[in-house]
């Protein structure tokens, strides 16, 4: 339930609608905005009696969100929710970021090669897992720790902000000491406790869609990490299992602006894991940024026949720089443009 104040409602009217959430045994969030202040009622609100706080001083409008996910839709926060994981790396505005990298961390040389590739093509953040949830047990399964070690090391030359997946509570710790934005992969979407955690750690977040998820599924995840407080998530299309061998995903880039309807969070596209097969990559790039995306996560690699994971969907590095040529145009084309690394502002424009 969301308590919206009357224009110009004074500090003291805030605080006695707080007093009287909190009176009531449920937590109040009070929000200040450019348009209006609310205070959301967070929790089971179903059995909430409204009048008592109708008739509180300085209250113009109760609204009941009629959404499952509460502080996650648009009717709790009208105004798009900007999530900033470094300095100029900044999801949900005009300014588009490109994330990029391997599946996998596997060596220094490698982590390198590909975070200057990346960065000299225009992406802003780093990709790259340490933890891996791999399908089979026997699969390569990360890096652990070192990997985090090496993501530390290219940051450190480039400049580029990390993004990098946590499995568990112990290793989404681990990797809020080293990353700037922890990924929550698709197998872990439902596993809400590490959802409590990383919400309460509080670091942004990038939370992919599972792999048999609905939306409603998908935004309920968000929820749970807003529940504790971080508002900083990122939500990320990267396809679906459907019965269709063709590719290794369905790509669903509905999700896109079905998202932007219902939730203030931005949304990302990622079509490498979305299609599976290097060669649709790039169309379905352009695809997600046609479609408004709010920034794109691509798998590149150095040598991507000698990858660890994933080698057949990473991009080569000259095919990710055409890439982001292009992903530039479209972008252009419908009023928003690429994030560009902070003090590159001049030589990107060219
Ligand atoms: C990944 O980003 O490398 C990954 C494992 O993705 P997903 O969780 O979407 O499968
Ligand atoms: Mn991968």
């Not at 609608?17 to 449920?26: A, F, H, L, P």
């Not at 070192?146 to 450190?156: H, M, S, T, V």
């Not at 990390?162 to 568990?168: G, L, N, S, W």
């Amino acid at each position: 339930m969301l308590v919206v104040m009357q224009h110009g409602a004074t500090q003291a009217q805030v605080d006695g609608v707080v007093r009287t959430i909190e009176e009531m045994g449920y937590q109040a969030r009070a929000m200040p905005g450019a348009q209006r202040t609310a205070v959301g009622l967070v929790g089971n609100d179903g059995r909430v009696d409204s009048s008592r706080i109708e008739a509180l001083e300085g209250v113009a409008q109760v609204i009941h969100v009629s959404q499952p996910y509460k502080q996650v839709s648009r009717e709790w926060r009208p105004e798009n929710t900007i999530v900033t994981i470094a300095p100029g790396v900044a999801f949900g505005g005009d300014e588009i970021p490109v994330i990029a990298g391997p599946c996998s961390v596997e060596s220094e040389e490698q982590i390198l090669a590909a975070a200057r590739a990346v960065r000299d093509a225009g992406a802003v953040a780093l990709r790259g897992g340490a933890f891996k949830p791999r399908s089979s047990p026997y699969a390569f399964q990360g890096l652990g720790r070192k990997g985090l070690e090496l993501l530390a090391i290219a940051r450190e030359e480039t400049g580029l902000a990390i993004v990098t997946e946590a499995m568990d509570d112990e290793g989404a710790h681990l990797v809020a000491e080293f990353a700037d934005c922890i990924q929550i992969g698709a197998r872990n979407m439902q596993n809400y406790s590490l959802l409590r955690s990383v919400g309460r750690i509080g670091k942004p977040v990038l939370l992919k869609r599972g792999l048999a998820a609905t939306i409603n599924d998908l935004l309920l995840s968000a929820e749970y990490i807003l529940a504790e407080g971080n508002s900083q998530v990122i939500l990320c299309e990267r396809g679906v299992r459907s019965f269709d061998p063709a590719v290794r995903n369905m790509f669903d880039l509905t999700a896109v602006p079905l998202v932007h309807k219902l939730s203030h969070l931005p949304i990302i596209a990622d079509p490498s894991h979305g299609t599976g097969l290097r060669d649709k990559v790039t169309p379905m790039a352009r695809a997600a940024i046609a479609a408004g995306a709010d920034g794109v996560m691509v798998e590149v690699h150095p040598t991507p026949e000698r990858a660890l994971s994933d080698g057949g969907q990473s991009l080569y590095p000259d095919q990710f720089a055409s890439l982001v040529r292009e992903l530039r145009a479209i972008a252009g084309a419908i009023g928003r443009t690429l994030a560009v690394q902070p003090g590159t502002r001049s030589a990107a424009r060219v």
